[in-house]
């Protein structure tokens, strides 16, 4: 029986992953996610459904349009092979046989795909929509429920402190730098990113939100010339913090505490 959960969310992992492509291209240009159908950005051509399948009409049409023999962006199959390994780890992570244990696995789907799109949208636009930002609270809010690992308390803690420190940076950074170094919606994210993790997952996707971000955006900043008033996306290093504390957060924490107790 488990086989066929773990196939099932593959594949439905898959389909979702490529519908987030059309939510991440379209929604923040203010377009319909039904119509036009999906069409080639340089050519228009409309595909079908042949060219449509996760991953293997990439393959087979060698990353490049049926029409017009442009490249593809390979972000396309990246984001749908990226949902579908999240479903899967959330079915080995959290799914029993139990409602709370089916519950919980699809919140954290839910919440991981939305992630995903916060992620990829920030990298592009610079912008967190407010649709997602509700969106993944509400279900932070209703995990709150079904949590076995993370009692509530913890979580509000993990949601107290996190807004609060960010709204400290939002301010802070504000007067001395003269202008927004956070986002408004980074500190709104960070808020949901407490009330999902509570505050020992959240003290581990901090440390890797702001160890990896920090790295990576001297290391562009250097290679690109970029001059201090440049303005980077922060949300995809928050979004892998908070993914690697929902998913890993626990076992990690728990390991490094029992190496702390055995010393
Ligand atoms: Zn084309």
Redesign the pocket.
């Known amino acids: 029986m488990m086989i066929a959960v773990y196939i099932l969310s593959g594949l439905v992992g898959l389909c979702v992953g490529s519908f987030l492509n059309v939510v991440i291209y379209r929604v923040p240009e203010g377009m319909s996610i039904v119509k036009p159908a999906s069409h ?1 950005p ?2 228009g ?1 409309v595909l079908k459904w042949y060219d449509n399948i996760p991953i293997l009409s990439y393959l087979i049409l060698g990353g490049k ?1 049926r ?2 023999r ?1 490249h593809i962006s390979f972000r396309y199959t990246l984001v749908e092979i990226l949902n579908m390994l999240l479903w899967l780890v959330c079915v080995w992570r959290f799914w029993d046989w139990s409602a709370f244990g089916i519950v919980y696995a699809c919140l954290m789907m839910a919440a991981c795909s939305l992630l995903v799109c916060i992620a990829f949208i920030d990298l592009e636009h610079k912008i967190i929509l407010e649709r997602f930002q509700i969106s993944l609270f509400v279900i932070a809010v209703a995990a709150v429920f079904f949590d076995r690992e993370t009692v509530w308390w913890e979580k509000l803690i993990g949601m107290g402190v996190n807004g609060a420190l960010f709204l400290i940076f939002f301010y802070v950074g504000r007067l001395i730098r003269k202008r927004d170094v956070l986002g408004g919606g980074d500190v709104k994210l960070a808020v949901t990113m407490g009330l999902l993790l509570g505050w020992k997952n959240l003290l581990l996707a901090m440390l890797i939100a702001t160890i990896v971000g920090s790295i990576v955006l001297t290391a562009i900043r250097l290679i690109k010339k970029h001059g201090k008033d440049m303005e980077y996306p922060f949300a995809p290093f928050l979004v892998l913090g908070t993914l690697v504390g929902l998913l890993f957060g626990t076992p990690i924490v728990n390991a490094y505490v029992g190496w702390l107790m055995a010393l």
């Open positions: 080639c340089k050519c051509y349009c029409s017009c442009q």
